[in-house]
């Protein structure tokens, strides 16, 4: 079932649009600022959870905004996947607007206002992904994402900031360019449009265009979205942690490499369709290709004494269990795969929070800096052990549901290889996330800490990281929300 032109479509991507203009226009008086942005969220969470129950109805939605050519048009539609990540982004937007509030002003950062506008236009970047109809208007939306998220990477405005920021730019517009960029303009040649499937067996390739050909586009698609952070193109996601804590949030569970794994996953399924993938024998090398990224950043992220850091590699690493579970091309896989874009963002962004509440409350960064903070943080350092739950894939907390069905995809395919590789993982995960709750709440705070009585963080900065801790775990117990849209997706 259809419904043509669905104006709530447009709605949703011109609230952050109208947001950042808002935000600009009142950059001298931060309530009214700060209070824009939160509206602007609220109003894009309420329109997307308003096509809700028309998606659990079957429908796919429509809006075009303009036709560039015969088969060529900047369209919008939200169907069953587009609501995994819009519903996650959206809401986590609101929560991120008022931690950011605590921790930009508790630290008096500079540039507050181009920092919210920017915010606000990465959203508006990433929603038109989520809803995107066509691979041109995911290009374009990516395209907006790389550049609105620049000046957040590059916020500190030092040689630090611009290293990190040039390397960010560089490597997203770089791979986007050389590869997406030349794999659509084939595709249209090819094809005559670049809409995608309507369902996820067929793809939209002619059956008689040669495996090479498809197997060439596919390999520019997968590598071209670096926002997905598969090595070996995955070093811009590193280096973007010189960033302030709420666009390292923003970066690694709202925005960016969400889009990175959603604009992947939807070329895969909505492109090449998993009957292509299947008889092309593209799946399984691809799960083995990704694992190579789930071990090796995972074994990384052991090595990394800084949080952030930790947390950057452990997000390189996590990312490619949603390709994972999709190459596995079973029923099982894919929806563990599809489910972990939500979790993973509800759980990532928790510990991205806390690390930010950490620095805003002891000015620590490093994880042995902070033996015995757990006692004077308890709200920070349960919430980060929740979370760490949900990393690791422990009930009962979300990541569960997704290291569930990612192995029982992995039976259903008959790969051992993979089953293994997420078991090592789960072991990995805990070796580099247990050390730092254990020493926390049970280790013993240096001398010089001793001295000092730290206690938590604003409350505009405890709250929110409770909260999505909260979800996380809520998600984990119920995970049908979520599931109902994943399930939908399979034919």
């Not at 290293?163 to 030349?182: D, H, N, R």
């Not at 620590?364 to 308890?378: D, Q, T, V, W, Y």
Request: hydrophobic share 55%; glycine share 8%.
């Amino acid at each position: 079932m259809e419904t043509p032109q669905d104006i709530r479509l447009l709605a949703a991507i011109l609230a952050p649009l109208v947001g950042a203009g808002l935000v600009m226009a009142n950059g001298k008086r931060p309530n009214v600022r700060e209070a824009c942005s939160f509206l602007a969220a609220a109003a894009l969470f309420a329109v997307t959870v308003s096509l809700v129950p028309d998606i659990r109805a079957g429908k796919t939605l429509h809006f075009t905004v303009f036709v560039l050519l015969p088969g060529l048009s900047v369209t919008l539609r939200a169907d069953a996947l587009s609501m995994i990540f819009a519903v996650s982004a959206s809401f986590l937007w609101i929560v991120t607007v008022f931690y950011s509030a605590g921790y930009m002003r508790g630290l008096g950062e500079h540039a507050q206002t181009r920092f919210n506008t920017c915010f606000a236009l990465a959203l508006f970047g990433a929603i038109g992904c989520a809803f995107s109809d066509n691979l041109l208007t995911l290009y374009l939306f990516y395209e907006i994402v790389s550049v609105t998220t620049y000046p957040l990477v590059a916020h500190h405005q030092d040689e630090e900031g611009y290293e990190g920021g040039k390397k960010y730019l560089v490597y997203l517009t770089a791979t986007a360019k050389g590869l997406v960029l030349p794999a659509m303009v084939l595709i249209y040649v090819l094809v005559g449009n670049l809409d995608f499937a309507t369902n996820i067996r067929s793809g939209i390739l002619p059956p008689d265009v040669h495996r090479g050909i498809v197997t060439v586009l596919y390999i520019c698609c997968i590598l071209g979205f670096a926002k997905n952070g598969i090595m070996p193109l995955h070093h811009w996601l590193p280096g973007a942690m010189v960033a302030p804590t709420p666009v390292s949030a923003l970066l690694h569970a709202v925005a960016v490499v969400k889009v990175g794994v959603f604009s992947t996953v939807r070329v895969m399924l909505y492109v090449f369709g998993v009957d292509r993938m299947d008889a092309l024998n593209l799946g399984l090398p691809t799960a083995y290709f990704v694992s190579f990224t789930i071990l090796v950043a995972s074994i990384i992220a052991l090595s990394k004494d800084n949080l952030k850091a930790r947390l950057a590699y452990s997000t390189v690493s996590q990312l490619s269990y949603v390709i994972l579970g999709v190459a596995l091309l079973t029923p099982a896989g894919i929806e563990g795969g599809l489910v972990h874009i939500a979790n993973h963002a509800f759980s990532k962004i928790t510990l991205f929070f806390c690390a930010g509440a950490i620095y805003v409350a002891t000015h620590k960064k490093n994880i042995s800096e902070m033996s015995g903070l757990g006692r004077a943080m308890p709200f920070t350092f349960g919430a980060f052990a929740v979370a760490s739950l949900s990393m690791i894939g422990a009930p009962p907390v979300g990541g569960f549901v997704s290291k569930w069905y990612l192995l029982n995809g992995a039976f259903d395919a008959g790969s051992i290889g993979i089953i293994v590789v997420l078991l090592a993982s789960t072991v990995l995960n805990a070796a580099y996330f247990a050390p730092v709750v254990y020493d926390a709440f049970f280790g013993k705070p240096s001398a010089e800490d001793a001295k000092h009585h730290f206690k938590e963080a604003h409350p505009t900065m405890v709250i929110p990281l409770t909260v999505t801790a909260g979800i996380s775990v809520v998600i984990g117990f119920y995970p049908d929300f979520f599931m109902q849209f994943v399930k939908a997706v399979l034919p």
